[in-house]
């Protein structure tokens, strides 16, 4: 039986916070139904789909980058480190790395980056919506924190709303620096 691991990332266009990424292998024995691309699933499905993923997958690891690292690497290089962080973090080595998007991270095991893989390949389903859930998660302790920025509903986004907001209120540590919306402003 060969290993597949399935890797996803979310959070690479928004203003703030970290861009999350999942590595998961699953199990054949233990089959999930109803996987696809995280933004096509409800909030309440990712959730449920969340918890079986956790409970029944061989391994997964989430892992990622950091605003900061974002803005000293670029947005794409602090994607493929939380990527290959991810497969480091699996407890079992995989056979094959199959990622969403055009461009692997070098990664010590054979990979292959697949086009709209979060809505074709199982694995990299499962991998969408850990970290959809987990960056979610992360914008929702961040409205906690900071109401006046609206982080629950746009996730960060840069909507008309997150951009006003900005204007009024300032970046707070986490807003990325390099991206224009926020360079711009502190430059001002």
């Known amino acids: 039986m060969s290993r597949i691991a399935g890797v996803d990332e979310v959070g690479r266009g928004p203003l703030v916070g970290n861009v999350v990424t999942a590595a ?10 109803g996987l696809r691309d995280s933004k096509k699933l409800t909030e309440k499905k990712r959730e ?25 690497l670029n947005i794409l290089q602090a994607t493929m480190l939380a990527m290959t962080r991810a497969v480091e973090g699996l407890s079992m080595a995989p056979d094959l790395v199959l990622i969403d998007g ?9 990979s292959k980056a697949i086009v709209g893989g979060d809505d074709q390949i199982p694995e990299i389903s499962a991998a969408s919506i850990l970290a959809k859930v987990v960056r979610d998660r992360e914008m929702q302790e961040l409205d906690g924190r900071y109401p ?12 008309k709303a997150h951009l006003m907001a900005l204007s009024e209120h300032g970046p707070i540590a986490e807003h990325r620096r390099s991206f224009k919306p926020v360079r711009v402003l502190l430059k001002s």
């Open 102 to 110: 055009n461009r692997c991270p070098d990664l010590p095991y054979e």
């Open 148 to 159: 006046m920025y609206g982080f629950a509903q746009h996730k960060g986004y840069p909507t």
């Open 48 to 72: 449920a789909l969340f918890d079986e993923i956790c409970e029944k997958a061989l391994c997964y690891a989430i892992a990622c980058a950091t605003p900061e690292e974002i803005d000293t």
């Open 24 to 33: 998961v292998i699953l199990d054949p024995e233990r089959p999930i139904m």
